[in-house]
């Protein structure tokens, strides 16, 4: 398993963006696809966006347009790139690695249950 490290949240305005990061201390980060999830309390955890291990990416409707993923493999490192916040995008932000090495975006596991292990996460918060 990958440890991960979550970082570059914050409180930001409707409109504003924000850019998390996502360190990886393993070397082998390059070979698998990367995903982020947010929850918010009283609601379940989601899929946001999906990068593999070649860089194609995948993203939820809700943030198509608005989202970046990309990566950094000589980092070990994937960045989410967010413009145009909601506060529906309010929520604590994880990172995880895919089940298999040389993952696709596409085909990344998108069920949060399919993980046994999460990160502290970011926390982002979107005012009105």
């Known amino acids: 398993q990958v440890q991960l490290v979550e970082s570059g949240g914050g409180l930001v305005q409707a409109g504003g963006s924000l850019r998390l990061s996502c360190a990886a201390s393993?070397?082998?980060?390059?070979?698998?696809?990367m995903g982020w999830f947010r929850q918010t309390p009283g609601k379940e955890r989601e899929f946001v966006a999906s990068?593999?291990?070649?860089?194609?990416?995948y993203y939820a409707d809700s943030v198509k347009g608005r989202f970046t993923i990309s990566r950094d493999n000589g980092k070990n490192t994937v960045y989410l790139q967010m413009n145009s916040l909601e506060p529906e995008d309010t929520g604590v932000y994880y990172c995880?690695?895919?089940?298999?090495?040389?993952?696709?975006?596409?085909?990344?596991?998108?069920?949060?249950?399919?993980?046994?292990?999460w990160g502290q996460g970011t926390q982002v918060t979107v005012s009105s």
């Open positions: 393993d070397r082998t980060f390059s070979h698998y696809a």
């Open positions: 995880v690695g895919g089940r298999t090495w040389y993952g696709g975006a596409y085909n990344f596991d998108r069920r949060p249950g399919a993980y046994d292990t």
């Open positions: 990068i593999g291990w070649n860089g194609n990416t």
